[in-house]
């Protein structure tokens, strides 16, 4: 993954899921934050983007509505989006997926669940192999 879009009100927040992110392996990404789900959306469609992860709750575009702007434009509607929220439970997760997040996790987020997660689209070390 070359650019990764992290959306969240809390800089806090931000900071720490980047740092998850570096854990799992994705240190050379380019990390581009984002203070709400319009905020967000209008960084994800500057340049190709590789994965989008959203707080659920927000100011002014929360993630789920951001999900829905991302399934209806033409240029980000294949675009993973991971929810990470302090809101969820079992029939929020349920609506998140079938507004099209890629999977939901609840905060705090642990770089074990994020890793398990983000597995499919990581790349494999064979697929560096000549």
């Known amino acids: 993954m070359k650019r990764i879009v992290i959306a969240d009100d809390s800089q806090t927040a931000r ?3 980047r740092r998850c992110l570096e854990i799992i392996g994705l240190r050379d990404a380019e990390f581009i934050e984002a203070e709400n789900g319009r ?12 994965l989008l992860v959203s707080d659920l709750n927000m100011p002014v575009m929360d993630g ?13 509607a294949g675009l993973p989006v991971l929810i990470i929220t302090s809101a ?26 994020l ?6 689209l990581l790349p494999r ?6």
């Open 15 to 17: 900071m720490f899921i």
């Open 39 to 50: 905020d967000a959306l209008q960084k994800a469609k500057e340049a190709p983007t590789d």
């Open 64 to 76: 789920a509505t951001l999900i829905k702007w991302v399934r209806t434009s033409p240029k980000l």
């Open 88 to 113: 969820g439970n079992p029939a929020k997760e349920k609506e998140l997926l079938e507004l099209g997040a890629f999977a939901v996790l609840n905060k705090p987020v642990a770089p074990a669940p």
């Open 115 to 120: 890793l398990k997660v983000l597995a499919p």
């Open 125 to 130: 070390e064979n697929d560096h192999a000549p």
